[in-house]
């Protein structure tokens, strides 16, 4: 009789999701499309939303997706097609793509990455302003890089989701994917910030040494610089975007010094765990011995 029902009312529901704005849902999402038309479509009282999702998935082009992350399974779905994009970044609320990702989407890289990045600000917290000193920035380069565990496989893909530092979305843009949907992704500024920061989610040092000649003529150092200052980091990684910018090859001299501005104080390393390694005294930076 519940099945009956649904039958009847089937071409009524499939319009409903046609007009729905995103063809990516969550459960609470078609619960309250059952919620708000059950009276509409004449569904019993006695049809649960399990009951309702069951029927969509078996008479429809409604799909499930479930990821696998270690700690919970997140279920989606999917009405009709959409692109991975659309689809992960339904993952969490305010969420945005970051690094190898963004490299890609802002075309900062020749590679088509088989992670999708996709970033989750933590909470805004009280931050323990701690003395950096030669002896801590040693300590914390001669270990391996920390890496997050939160990811999922779907299709071909590893899906990563990082909990990054609160930074109420600063240079965070909305732009068009691949496949034409609207998404939110970090702006060229802000991607060569973040791929400079964690060299783990971007490729390695080559990469991003590439990434910042391809973004030659559209990027802006100076907004660089004004982004780089408000995430008012701990570490000097003015030295590194520095001497990426001079070892592109590609930037005026008078974009590169702007780096200069910040104070300098500090030996730094490009990345971490390096064996053979070579020193810039203009940057005061240790970076890996061919680059």
């Not at 059950?38 to 006695?46: E, K, L, M, N, Y």
């Amino acid at each position: 009789m519940k099945k009956s029902r649904l039958k009847i009312a089937k071409p009524d529901i499939q319009k409903s999701f046609e007009s729905f704005p995103s063809r990516v849902l969550s459960r609470s999402q078609i619960d309250k499309i059952l919620s708000s038309n059950r009276v509409f479509w004449r569904v019993s009282a006695s049809t649960s939303s399990q009951d309702f999702i069951d029927f969509m998935l078996k008479e429809t082009k409604l799909k499930l997706i479930r990821f696998k992350f270690p700690s919970r399974s997140i279920l989606r779905y999917v009405w009709g097609n959409a692109s991975i994009y659309e689809i992960v970044l339904s993952l969490k609320s305010e969420s945005y793509f970051t690094h190898f990702t963004a490299m890609y989407l802002q075309e900062l890289t020749e590679q088509i990455p088989k992670t999708i990045y996709l970033n989750f600000e933590q909470l805004p917290r009280y931050r323990v302003n701690r003395k950096l000193t030669q002896k801590r920035i040693d300590f914390a380069f001669r270990k391996p890089w920390r890496v997050s565990k939160n990811k999922a496989l779907y299709k071909d893909y590893n899906v990563c989701i990082l909990n990054g530092m609160f930074t109420d979305k600063l240079g965070v843009i909305k732009t068009r994917s691949p496949n034409g949907e609207t998404i939110s992704v970090t702006n060229i500024e802000r991607t060569l910030i973040d791929i400079t920061v964690r060299l783990t989610y971007s490729g390695g040092v080559f990469e991003v040494l590439k990434a910042y000649k391809l973004a030659k003529g559209k990027v802006s150092i100076n907004k660089l610089a004004a982004m780089l200052n408000k995430l008012n980091y701990i570490y000097p990684y003015h030295q590194a975007i520095g001497f990426y910018l001079e070892k592109a090859g590609v930037y005026r001299a008078t974009q590169i010094n702007l780096m200069r501005k910040f104070e300098t104080k500090y030996d730094f390393y490009l990345t971490h765990q390096m064996k053979d390694m070579s020193y810039s005294k203009k940057w005061r930076l240790y970076f890996p011995k061919g680059l």
